[in-house]
Each structure stands twice: as structure tokens, then as C-alpha cells.
């Protein structure tokens, strides 16, 4: 963790070397956890930035399945959660739905939070906070939006299970990482693997009974 939040500040205090507002250059204060503008009119204070990402455990209607898919730039046969920025004014519930919808035309309900995971340098160059979840579709049916994903399924707990397996033996062989045809997943070390691991184990555990989800505006 410790190594992460340096990589996260270092990156951070890369991109915040100029002021914002007016331009000036800006210096490191309080130990280096904030900058400052050196323009006196101005005297704006930077904070490091963390972006806020859903990714999502999406259950087929029969909740014997679940959804994932692949971007283009994904080393060959690694298919993972769903994912996107949590807008501005956004809930994490709404942020959920509207990824899904877009990436692959499919309509959520429910959704529960279920754990998070800090991402030192994100898809953005920024720190990132993973936003575990888990949503239940509406419907089955898939329309994979092309200009973002490669594809998008339904892939059933014995697929599953041996993408989990497939997983663990390319991260063991690090050479075999992106050479590696047989589906898989991300790494043990990612919020993906563990959401789909945890499904596949029947260890998913939303929130405590009678809790209700919230609601969308959607």
C-alpha cells in the first residue's frame, strides 16, 4: 500500500506542476501531500486526485451466469468485470447501470456495493479507487458496443472456473502473461478477480438481509 500511494502522489505531482486556475508554476507544501500556486493573487491548493471507477459482477437473470468482456488492447484471451468513471453528481449505483448499458446494451436493476480496491496509476494516469459492485440484469439479452469493447457474454461458473484456474497458471509463468491463448482473467492482485472468484465460490455477499438497493433514476 505504501508503494502504491508513492507511485499515486509521484504521478500526481507530475501532472500538477502548473497552476490550473492562472498558470503559474506551483510548489509542494505539507510534506509533499499538497501544491500550491506561487502566484500570490491566486494562491490555489492542488490535492491529490483519486478518480472514482465502478466495476461491476453483473448475474444473468437466472443467476447462473455472469457478464464480462474484453477491450481490444487486452492481452489475448483475458476477459474481465465491466468497468467505467463514476460521473460528476453520479451514485455508484447509477454509474453501474449506465457502464453496462453502454458497453454492452444491457439493463441492470439491482445493485449492491460490495468492496473497493485503491489503483495507483489508472486507464487516466491518475490514482483510481475500484468500486466493487454487483448488479443484477433485467434481461439476458447483449448488444456489444463495438466502438468500446471487442466482445461481451454471459459466461456460466464452469467457464468461470476454469478461467480462474487459466489465471492463476499465466500469472505463475509471467512469460506466458500475453502469450497465453486459453480464456482467463486478471491476476489474483485486481478487484476483478476476486469479485468473480468470490461468485464462483458462492461467497458474494451483497449487503445484510432486508437491506434494499438503491434506487435508479434510469
Given at each position: 500500500?505504501?508503494?502504491?500511494r508513492v507511485?499515486a502522489?509521484l504521478?500526481?505531482?507530475?501532472?500538477a506542476?502548473?497552476?490550473g486556475?492562472c498558470?503559474?508554476?506551483t510548489?509542494?507544501?505539507?510534506?509533499?501531500?499538497?501544491r500550491?500556486?506561487?502566484?500570490?493573487?491566486?494562491?490555489?491548493?492542488l490535492y491529490?486526485r483519486t478518480?472514482?471507477v465502478?466495476i461491476?459482477?453483473?448475474l444473468?437473470p437466472t443467476?447462473?451466469?455472469i457478464?464480462?468482456?474484453?477491450?481490444?488492447r487486452?492481452?489475448?484471451g483475458?476477459?474481465?468485470?465491466l468497468?467505467?468513471f463514476?460521473e460528476?453528481c453520479?451514485t455508484?449505483?447509477d454509474?453501474v447501470r449506465?457502464?453496462?448499458?453502454e458497453?454492452?446494451?444491457?439493463?441492470?436493476?439491482e445493485?449492491?456495493?460490495?468492496?473497493s480496491?485503491?489503483?495507483?496509476?489508472?486507464?487516466?494516469?491518475?490514482?483510481?479507487?475500484m468500486l466493487?459492485?454487483?448488479?443484477?440484469a433485467?434481461?439476458p439479452?447483449?448488444?456489444v458496443n463495438?466502438?468500446?469493447?471487442e466482445d461481451?457474454?454471459w459466461f456460466?461458473?464452469?467457464?468461470v472456473?476454469?478461467?480462474?484456474?487459466?489465471?492463476?497458471?499465466a500469472?505463475?509463468?509471467?512469460?506466458a502473461?500475453?502469450t497465453?491463448?486459453?480464456?482467463?482473467?486478471p491476476g489474483s492482485y485486481a478487484?476483478?478477480?476476486t469479485l468473480?472468484?468470490?461468485?464462483?465460490?458462492g461467497?458474494?455477499t451483497?449487503?445484510?438481509?432486508?437491506?434494499?438497493p438503491?434506487?435508479?433514476?434510469?
Amino acid at each position: 500500500r505504501d508503494a502504491g500511494r508513492v507511485l499515486a502522489i509521484l504521478s500526481w505531482m507530475s501532472k500538477a506542476l502548473y497552476c490550473g486556475r492562472c498558470g503559474s508554476p506551483t510548489f509542494s507544501t505539507e510534506g509533499g501531500g499538497k501544491r500550491q500556486c506561487t502566484s500570490q493573487p491566486c494562491s490555489l491548493r492542488l490535492y491529490p486526485r483519486t478518480d472514482p471507477v465502478a466495476i461491476m459482477v453483473v448475474l444473468h437473470p437466472t443467476d447462473d451466469a455472469i457478464l464480462l468482456g474484453r477491450a481490444p488492447r487486452f492481452p489475448q484471451g483475458m476477459y474481465t468485470c465491466l468497468s467505467g468513471f463514476v460521473e460528476p453528481c453520479e451514485t455508484l449505483e447509477d454509474g453501474v447501470r449506465r457502464e453496462v448499458a453502454e458497453e454492452a446494451g444491457v439493463v441492470v436493476g439491482e445493485v449492491y456495493p460490495i468492496a473497493s480496491q485503491p489503483w495507483p496509476v489508472g486507464r487516466g494516469g491518475t490514482c483510481e479507487l475500484m468500486l466493487g459492485c454487483l448488479g443484477k440484469a433485467v434481461a439476458p439479452d447483449v448488444r456489444v458496443n463495438k466502438g468500446e469493447m471487442e466482445d461481451v457474454r454471459w459466461f456460466s461458473r464452469d467457464e468461470v472456473g476454469g478461467m480462474l484456474e487459466a489465471a492463476s497458471k499465466a500469472v505463475a509463468d509471467g512469460s506466458a502473461w500475453t502469450t497465453a491463448t486459453a480464456l482467463r482473467l486478471p491476476g489474483s492482485y485486481a478487484i476483478a478477480h476476486t469479485l468473480v472468484e468470490r461468485w464462483f465460490h458462492g461467497t458474494l455477499t451483497p449487503v445484510p438481509p432486508g437491506s434494499k438497493p438503491a434506487p435508479s433514476k434510469y
